[in-house]
């Protein structure tokens, strides 16, 4: 990765900015398995992810795809105190980045109803500048990249990174055009996949990758 100042940084959440994915999964179980009437395991919930949560909603119960969509509303906020706040360091981090007018945005899969649900929780709405989620209907993260970076006019996109936990995220950058910094701190996080894909820089830890992005700006 060049020596180019960073001036705006766009961040995925599940993953990167919080612990969420379990909780995602277990919200889907309590939703999903009594409309279908049987098991769902987490292997058959993590293979639909790239739509919104609705995506999954449909493939997994189709038959009851409005019931599905408001009971797993209705469970991941009720099973939120799974993850009652932020990664550590997360919050001192969009601190230190918004004293510096580094503009802040947020580009992610889930649906925007979960979205706005997680940000109330972790109280940390009010760094994110734009925010873009994800489609009932397949991916969309290079798309909503393109949709921040278009109202940053004055931005280039050397002057850009995204930080992600996933290999669509390093993709999705790569089709954008866009430094992707690759985030290893989660529990669930599979830093060999990610390492495969070369991203621009991947931290194990948010204090390293907060020391390392403090010598960017």
């Keep these: 990765m060049n020596r180019q100042k960073i001036k705006a940084v766009i961040f995925d959440l599940d993953g990167t900015l919080a612990n969420t994915l379990p909780l995602c999964i277990r919200a889907f179980r309590e939703s999903v398995q009594p409309l279908i ?25 189709p038959d009851h795809y409005e019931k599905g969509v408001s009971a797993y509303l ?6 939120h105190e799974m993850c009652p706040r932020p990664f550590a360091g997360i919050e001192e981090l969009l601190k ?22 997680s940000l109330e929780q972790f109280g940390i709405l009010s760094f994110f500048e734009l925010i873009e989620t994800g489609s009932v209907h397949g991916p969309r993260k290079p798309e909503g990249i393109r949709v921040i970076l278009q109202q940053w006019p ?6 850009v990174i995204y930080v992600g936990d996933a290999p ?6 790569r089709k954008v055009g866009i430094a992707i910094v690759a985030a290893a701190w989660a529990e669930t996080a599979e830093p060999e996949k990610l390492k495969k894909l070369h991203p621009d820089e991947l931290f194990y830890t948010v204090e390293d990758f907060a020391g390392w992005i403090e010598g960017r700006l």
Excluded: W
Excluded at 168 to 173: K, Q
């Design 168 to 173: 669509a995220d390093i993709e999705a950058c």
């Design 37 to 61: 009437n049987r098991p769902v395991a987490d292997e058959e919930i993590i293979a639909t992810f790239g739509p919104s949560e609705e995506g999954t909603i449909k493939v997994l119960a």
């Design 96 to 117: 230190k980045l918004q004293d510096k007018a580094i503009r802040i945005g947020m580009v992610t899969g889930k649906g925007k109803y979960s979205t706005a649900i």
């Design 74 to 79: 209705h469970f991941y906020k009720t099973f």
């Design 154 to 159: 004055g931005i280039g996109k050397e002057e």
